[in-house]
């Protein structure tokens, strides 16, 4: 939602609507952006909409610079929208999050040295990090059990 045309005035993805019963979107002035060709980017699926409507358009001004608006829209952009749905239903869910997940994230990187991980490759990265979260939440465990108990469990 970071458009460069939204800040010079002119409408951003935004304001056209997904139609998903009929694959379009329509735009502000009403017309309707069909899927012309997909096309791989970056590991990603982007499907591309446009309508050649837009050289007659009142509007073409405040939408594009260029001769036709394009939308692209990446083939599992609905999980995004239903995050976005979500998020606008609960505003205080941003808030909850940052009060109990991103502490531990906090903690963990603060006793990693607060720089990167030290393995490359994403299977190492993982066993890295699941190593990482494996000591917090014995900590966390020592903390609140405290030490004798939590032996006295394990030898159970």
Known sequence: MTSGAKSLGRFGKQDFVYVPE???YRCPAGEQLTYRFS???HGMT???YWTTACPRCPLQSRCTTAP???IPRWEHEHLLEAVQERLDASPDAMRMRRE???H???TMKARMGATHFLTKTLPKVAT???LSVLAYNLTRVMNIVGVKPLM???GA
């Open 46 to 48: 982007i499907r591309r």
């Open 39 to 41: 096309a791989e980017e």
């Open 152 to 154: 006295t469990a394990i």
């Open 104 to 106: 531990p994230f906090g």
């Open 100 to 102: 109990t997940v991103e």
């Open 68 to 70: 036709l608006r394009r």
């Open 22 to 24: 009929k694959d379009v």
């Open 128 to 130: 890295e990090m699941a």
